[in-house]
């Protein structure tokens, strides 16, 4: 993850999304799986806080999901340190998602909206009002989706509304062995696709 990091932003992306876990994820898989799970997120959110590299190139990290109703109180505290002392920087923008899961989010706007209707009766119902209720109302749209691993679907609706004209990357790589050098020869099989955006 480091390295890609490095990757993303000497590439001068400026905005990397990182699904390191869904809620299945979490509540599904056996106990050990998913206190290793949580000791791993303890550890690396507090290296990104403390990261000097982190605050030289100003990068800002928010972690979306339901991880508060599921970690424990070291990686709450631990996230939110990450979330805390990054929170004014505005040059590179790194999300990590945390017991995610794009049906949840979907499924949060439309009670959102719902209850802004039942208070503003009048109120339009459009796609920038879907957008400002989402969890990751303050991200672009998608450009390239990488899946690793030998499946190529999108799982649990991922991002649903921010991939709706996304160029998707599949690989047979697994996750550990998807380092910089994967990484890149997928952004520049990218940089050589046209985009349509549906026409």
Known sequence: MEKILKAVFDLKIPYFTFWAGSYDNLTKRPKKEADFLFKLYTKYFLKLAKDKKVHKNQIKINILGRWK???????????????????????????????????????EAIKKIS????????????SNLIKENLWTKDLPPVDLLIRTGREPHNSTGFMMWLTCDSQFYFTKTLWPDFDEKEFKKAIEEYSQRERRFGA
């Open 115 to 126: 209850n802004l209707k039942s208070q503003i009766s009048n109120i339009k119902i459009d």
């Open 69 to 107: 109703e599921l970690v424990p109180k070291k990686a709450e505290e631990s996230i939110e340190k990450a979330i805390e002392l990054t929170r004014d920087y505005k040059k590179h923008f790194l999300t990590v998602l945390v017991a995610y899961n794009g049906i949840d989010e979907m499924v």
